[in-house]
């Protein structure tokens, strides 16, 4: 693999670095959705804190897991945002018509949300840390496979959702944005997925998030992270990783072969 | 039909595409030489956008073969598309980017060495420096037309493909324009081939033409003795009665 290979890849993320230099609004979902929801989540683990009867410190177990969850959420949109640019500026045939191929494409995506969930979870870090004392000490190393878990899987989510988009046409990113929050139920983000009905728990156990806020509450409560857990987290979300390139690969094909990608600009495919 | 020109930049064999039961593009062949611009006509439906689409490997064949600069498209799409570009009008470069930024991602996208010099020289050539720093969606369509047309050039491509790229502009620019392509395929960096429905401007820039009704290859030859051959006044005519004649048939 030569230096030539990556030119597309920077193509991909230097396209979406000038939006974002030459739009200031579009700096608000990279931070300020995150930041607003430390400060809320702040406050709410703070008046927690202070009516509650238990010891339980609810800063790291709330807003933990809040952070943690909105990075994983980051990583999703981040992916999904940089290719629905081209979805809004109709600019896939321009694109596919040249040399790019759909790993260096799919690269591309993956390099640019990456930049910009990194400088949300800095944003948020800062603020957690300095409005409401969350130390991230008190995960120690394990905060680095959590991160490396919730990464893997947004990127997942977030190829998947781009192929959703792709084979159903522009009016589908709206089921975009909401899957995060579909989620979130079953990831057991601010409860044990044991007090889930039974196949809500199973729906819990084949996500891979599900096995960070597990780990990040049995750390808070001074337990240690089992190593099978992490190691069935991350099995996971790397399997729906190459899971969801396998799809992208699939849906482009089924794009070309139809006809799709050369019409995409019509606002709804069938 | 002349299948044997040299120095072929694309050749396309058999290709044949359908929708369902209709068949768009229905077993054509054709070639385009270096230094030389090919017209493709027809009427709307004839299977021109088709044809292109699937050249620029955005629109799978069902089947037949389409080769660009000795490779298969099929089999080594990257290289294939590497050596190729175009313009078109339902294909503008997006908006929110200036001039130059386009011009760099394009440029990356298609593995431009020397860059920025590169992008000088389009810049220079397309008389687009005072846009250079703007965004493409506050450009009249001509100025669009022309940094499209700089985009198209970026790799330095060996077959260019432009459908209808003068269909926006005042007569003035669209002169302007058939002259840079007429001199970018004297030049013999490439071959193109155009879609238009101005017959005066195929006349005037086409060596060869292609006449495309319901996906078939009606007629080909040089716009400029193909009306007398046929009795027909003017290439026009020519076109109407092309394009009318499998219709009146079945």
Same mark, same amino acid.
């Given at each position: 693999m030569t230096a030539t290979y990556f030119r597309p890849v920077i193509a991909i993320s230097l396209r979406y670095f000038y939006l974002l230099r030459g739009t200031p609004a579009r700096w608000i979902p990279v931070f300020a959705w995150v930041a607003i929801d430390i400060v809320l989540w702040g406050f709410i683990s703070k008046y927690l804190n202070s009516v509650?009867?238990?010891?339980?410190?609810?800063?790291?177990?709330l807003l933990g897991a809040v952070l943690l969850f909105d990075f994983f959420t980051r990583v999703m949109h981040g992916v999904a945002g940089v290719f629905l640019e081209d979805v809004w500026s109709r600019n896939f045939l321009n694109l596919f018509a040249s040399p790019l191929t759909i790993p260096q494409f799919l690269l591309g995506l993956v390099v640019t949300s990456t930049v910009t969930s990194l400088i949300g979870l800095m944003v948020m870090l800062v603020l957690a840390t300095a409005l409401?004392?969350?130390?991230f000490f008190v995960y120690g190393l394990m905060l680095v496979p959590f991160l490396l878990i919730l990464f893997l899987f947004g990127v997942s989510l977030g190829i998947c959702t781009c192929a959703m988009v792709l084979r159903l046409?522009?009016?589908?990113?709206?089921?975009?944005?909401?899957v995060p929050a579909v989620i979130s139920p079953f990831a057991g983000v601010f409860y044990p997925?044991?007090?889930?009905?039974h196949w809500m728990q199973f729906v819990g156990k084949l996500l891979p998030v599900s096995y960070v806020f597990e780990g990040l509450r049995k750390i808070i409560s001074g337990g240690t992270v089992p190593a099978a857990s992490l190691i069935l987290g991350g099995g996971l979300a790397v399997t729906y990783v190459l899971l969801a390139c396998w799809l992208f690969k699939r849906v482009f094909r089924h794009a070309v072969r139809t006809g799709i990608l050369a019409r995409y600009s019509a606002e709804s495919l069938s | 039909m002349p299948m044997d020109l040299p120095e072929a930049i694309l050749s396309v064999r058999d290709l044949r595409k359908a929708y369902g039961d209709k068949?768009? @593009?229905?077993?054509i062949s054709f070639e385009v030489s270096r230094g030389q611009i090919v017209g493709l006509l027809g009427p709307n439906g004839a299977g021109k956008t088709t044809t292109i689409s699937m050249i620029l490997g955005v629109l799978q064949p069902d089947s037949g073969s389409i080769r660009v600069d000795g490779m298969d498209l099929a089999t080594g799409r990257a290289q294939a598309l590497g050596r190729t570009n175009f313009a078109a009008v339902y294909a503008p470069l997006p908006?929110?980017?200036t001039v130059q930024q386009n011009l760099r991602v394009f440029g990356l996208l298609y593995g431009v060495e020397e860059l920025s010099e590169r992008i000088n020289t389009l810049i220079g050539q397309f008389d687009l420096e005072k846009f250079?720093?703007?965004?493409?969606? @506050?450009?009249s369509s001509g100025e669009q037309t022309r940094v499209a047309l700089a985009k198209a050039m970026i790799n330095q491509p060996g077959l260019l493909l432009l459908d209808e790229?003068?269909?926006?502009?005042d007569p003035v620019a669209a002169r302007e324009i058939r002259a840079r392509i007429r001199q970018f395929a004297v030049s013999g960096e490439g071959g193109v081939l155009w879609t238009t429905h101005n017959m005066v401007e195929v006349q005037d820039v086409c060596d060869r033409v292609l006449f495309l009704s319901h996906g078939k290859i009606m007629l080909e030859g040089d716009p400029k003795t193909l009306p007398e051959e046929h009795g027909q006044p003017t290439l026009e005519d020519l076109f109407v009665a092309v394009a009318r004649e499998p219709l009146t048939q079945e």
């Amino acid at each position: 693999m030569t230096a030539t290979y990556f030119r597309p890849v920077i193509a991909i993320s230097l396209r979406y670095f000038y939006l974002l230099r030459g739009t200031p609004a579009r700096w608000i979902p990279v931070f300020a959705w995150v930041a607003i929801d430390i400060v809320l989540w702040g406050f709410i683990s703070k008046y927690l804190n202070s009516v509650g009867a238990s010891s339980l410190n609810f800063v790291p177990t709330l807003l933990g897991a809040v952070l943690l969850f909105d990075f994983f959420t980051r990583v999703m949109h981040g992916v999904a945002g940089v290719f629905l640019e081209d979805v809004w500026s109709r600019n896939f045939l321009n694109l596919f018509a040249s040399p790019l191929t759909i790993p260096q494409f799919l690269l591309g995506l993956v390099v640019t949300s990456t930049v910009t969930s990194l400088i949300g979870l800095m944003v948020m870090l800062v603020l957690a840390t300095a409005l409401f004392g969350l130390s991230f000490f008190v995960y120690g190393l394990m905060l680095v496979p959590f991160l490396l878990i919730l990464f893997l899987f947004g990127v997942s989510l977030g190829i998947c959702t781009c192929a959703m988009v792709l084979r159903l046409g522009p009016s589908a990113e709206w089921l975009v944005w909401p899957v995060p929050a579909v989620i979130s139920p079953f990831a057991g983000v601010f409860y044990p997925i044991s007090i889930l009905p039974h196949w809500m728990q199973f729906v819990g156990k084949l996500l891979p998030v599900s096995y960070v806020f597990e780990g990040l509450r049995k750390i808070i409560s001074g337990g240690t992270v089992p190593a099978a857990s992490l190691i069935l987290g991350g099995g996971l979300a790397v399997t729906y990783v190459l899971l969801a390139c396998w799809l992208f690969k699939r849906v482009f094909r089924h794009a070309v072969r139809t006809g799709i990608l050369a019409r995409y600009s019509a606002e709804s495919l069938s | 039909m002349p299948m044997d020109l040299p120095e072929a930049i694309l050749s396309v064999r058999d290709l044949r595409k359908a929708y369902g039961d209709k068949i768009a @593009v229905d077993r054509i062949s054709f070639e385009v030489s270096r230094g030389q611009i090919v017209g493709l006509l027809g009427p709307n439906g004839a299977g021109k956008t088709t044809t292109i689409s699937m050249i620029l490997g955005v629109l799978q064949p069902d089947s037949g073969s389409i080769r660009v600069d000795g490779m298969d498209l099929a089999t080594g799409r990257a290289q294939a598309l590497g050596r190729t570009n175009f313009a078109a009008v339902y294909a503008p470069l997006p908006g929110n980017l200036t001039v130059q930024q386009n011009l760099r991602v394009f440029g990356l996208l298609y593995g431009v060495e020397e860059l920025s010099e590169r992008i000088n020289t389009l810049i220079g050539q397309f008389d687009l420096e005072k846009f250079r720093n703007m965004k493409c969606g @506050v450009l009249s369509s001509g100025e669009q037309t022309r940094v499209a047309l700089a985009k198209a050039m970026i790799n330095q491509p060996g077959l260019l493909l432009l459908d209808e790229p003068t269909a926006s502009l005042d007569p003035v620019a669209a002169r302007e324009i058939r002259a840079r392509i007429r001199q970018f395929a004297v030049s013999g960096e490439g071959g193109v081939l155009w879609t238009t429905h101005n017959m005066v401007e195929v006349q005037d820039v086409c060596d060869r033409v292609l006449f495309l009704s319901h996906g078939k290859i009606m007629l080909e030859g040089d716009p400029k003795t193909l009306p007398e051959e046929h009795g027909q006044p003017t290439l026009e005519d020519l076109f109407v009665a092309v394009a009318r004649e499998p219709l009146t048939q079945e």
